[in-house]
């Protein structure tokens, strides 16, 4: 696997943004950790995150730290990740503080794994002592990925919100 790095959203990886949101779309995906990025039109549209989601969030709206997780051996973005602080009622229930993504051609490769365990070190910088994760009950490579960094199964609920394809959230703490 090629060494990641996390960086914030800037003009230089505008095109990459919207070649991820393309590629996502394509293969019908879930835009986990996105920040929104599906219902988009432009990366200028999508990087003014907080005006946008505080408008689709309301009440529910948590500020977050959004990263692209980009390869630093070609500078390709492979995934994106957000750290969502503090929780609000739904995201404790069902979305927790973390969500990610990797783009469909660069699955299974450890991305995922290397991405959640480059943001830990923000989380706890920004103050948590641990960390919230969900996925769905099927989705065993998050379920993987969470295992590897720590995570430790809390409990299944039952989604409510359809969130999930199998009806089951799964919550991992994470101490960071």
């Known amino acids: ?10 003009e230089q990886y505008a095109e990459q943004v919207i070649c991820y949101k393309e590629e996502m779309e394509k293969s019908g995906d879930s835009f986990d950790g996105c920040a929104g990025l599906e219902d988009v039109h432009s990366f200028g549209e999508w990087i003014d995150f907080e005006t946008r989601l505080k408008a689709k969030y309301k009440g529910e709206y948590v500020p977050s730290e959004i990263f692209l997780a980009v390869r630093q051996r070609d500078d390709r973005v492979v995934g ?11 995201l404790f229930q069902f979305g927790g503080n973390i969500g990610y993504s990797v783009r469909p051609s660069e699955r299974r490769k450890g991305y995922a794994s290397e991405m959640l365990r480059l943001i830990l070190p923000i989380c706890r910088a920004f103050g948590e002592s641990s960390v919230l994760l969900t996925c769905d009950k099927n989705n065993v490579a998050s379920q993987r990925t969470i295992i590897k960094n720590g995570g430790v199964l809390e409990k299944e609920i039952a989604d409510t919100v359809g969130l999930s394809e199998s009806g089951i959230i799964l919550r991992y703490w994470i101490s960071v």
């Not at 696997?1 to 800037?10: E, F, K, N």
């Open 1 to 10: 696997m090629c060494a990641l790095m996390l960086v914030r959203p800037s």
């Open 80 to 90: 994106m990740i957000d750290f969502r602080h503090p929780l609000s009622g739904f």
